[in-house]
Antibody, heavy 114, light 112 residues
Framework: EVQLVESGGGLVQPGGSLRLSCAAS????????LNWVRQAPGKGLEWVSYISSNTTAIYYADSVKGRFTISRDNAKNSLYLQMNSLRAEDTAVYYCECGGSPNWGPGTLVTVSS | DVVMTQSPLSLPVTLGQPASISCRSSQSLVYSDGNTYLNWFQQRPGQSPRRLIY???NRDSGVPDRFSGSGSGTDFTLKISRVEAEDVGIYYC?????????FGGGTKVEIK
């Protein structure tokens, strides 16, 4: 069974940094592209970033470009999101998503506040 | 960016009755490979989203056959043939054809 489990969220001050992780299991991780998607409290879904299976293609939403960096370690079946210069509007639950599976993980909550 | 417009915003439905959600895109979602990358997601109250339908009309494993997707180009529909209590939640369409990927604003399905 495909499982995605996000971690690394927490409370951080504006301008601070966090590194999110997504641990994957139950499928051949290195075969699939992955996305980070976020959901602000009480709001809809917003795509954040994409990375192809072999990391040759990477894309970001304009709202995070230059501040966030997506990466993956296929040997560790893990996806990452380095988030710098965090703003209040980055407050959200962050999900990793794999097109090869319909199921999402529980997400990890990032709160940016002083 | 491709704007995804869903309607209605809220959909009160009687148990056992059909429901239909519309999703319109501001550009054609037909990709250069001929496929149309339009997905539907369900988010039950207090839960993470899960994908129901991919590439317009393909149901994901475990999704009841009362859910169906249809459409082409810029106009898409998610139908529930007979709404059950477990179908309560918010439904989102998402296009995966153009960068950036974009979601519709969501349609809240509730029981009358």
């Amino acid at each position: 069974e495909v499982q995605l489990v996000e971690s690394g969220g927490g409370l951080v001050q504006p301008g601070g940094s966090l590194r999110l992780s997504c641990a994957a299991s139950g499928f051949t991780f290195s075969d699939y592209a992955l996305n980070w998607v976020r959901q602000a409290p009480g709001k809809g879904l917003e795509w954040v970033s994409y990375i192809s299976s072999n990391t040759t293609a990477i894309y970001y939403a304009d709202s995070v470009k230059g501040r966030f960096t997506i990466s993956r370690d296929n040997a560790k079946n893990s996806l990452y999101l380095q988030m710098n210069s965090l703003r209040a509007e980055d407050t959200a639950v962050y999900y990793c998503e794999c097109g090869g599976s319909p199921n999402w993980g529980p997400g990890t909550l990032v709160t940016v506040s002083s | 960016d491709v704007v995804m417009t869903q309607s209605p915003l809220s959909l009160p439905v009687t148990l056992g009755q059909p429901a239909s959600i519309s999703c319109r895109s501001s550009q054609s979602l037909v990709y250069s490979d001929g496929n149309t990358y339009l997905n539907w997601f369900q988010q039950r109250p207090g839960q993470s989203p899960r994908r129901l339908i991919y590439q317009v009309s393909n149901r994901d494993s475990g999704v009841p056959d009362r859910f169906s997707g249809s459409g082409s180009g810029t106009d898409f529909t998610l139908k529930i043939s007979r709404v059950e209590a477990e179908d309560v939640g918010i439904y989102y369409c998402m296009q995966g054809t153009h960068w950036p990927l974009t979601f519709g604003g969501g349609t809240k399905v509730e029981i009358k």
